[in-house]
């Protein structure tokens, strides 16, 4: 099984900036396809940002513009840079793979809030 941690999460206010990082218990390099995900209180869990591993770029809808994903596979590591932070992105942020599925994890605690 594929463990990740996830953190950087926290509370910021609209218009905000956040940084959050998966870390991920193996090599990355061959992984074809990593996603960050989000969950919102009573709502179903959507993905927000995708990356594959000649590090092409997804973005869905909501976050265009604002996140932007990355990896670092020297350091097994996902990033979300995620900035304009709205109150609607305030959710539980989780990563893991589509394609090679991870265990996951319990996900970083991200609240936009004044």
């Known amino acids: 099984q594929v463990h990740v941690v996830e953190s950087g999460g926290g509370l910021v206010q609209p218009g905000g900036s956040l940084r959050l990082s998966c870390v991920v218990s193996?090599?990355?390099?061959?992984?074809?396809?990593i996603a960050w995900y989000r969950q919102a209180p009573e709502k179903r869990r959507e993905a927000v940002a995708t990356?594959?591993?000649?590090?092409?770029?997804y973005y869905f809808e909501a976050v265009k513009g604002r996140f932007t994903i990355s990896r670092d596979n020297g350091k097994n590591t996902v990033y979300l840079q995620m900035n304009s932070l709205r109150p609607e992105d305030t959710a539980v942020y989780y990563c893991?793979?589509?394609?090679?599925?991870?265990?996951w994890g319990q996900g970083t605690q991200v609240t936009v809030s004044s």
């Open positions: 990356i594959t591993s000649s590090s092409r770029t």
């Open positions: 193996r090599s990355i390099d061959s992984i074809g396809v």
């Open positions: 893991n793979s589509p394609t090679d599925g991870f265990s």
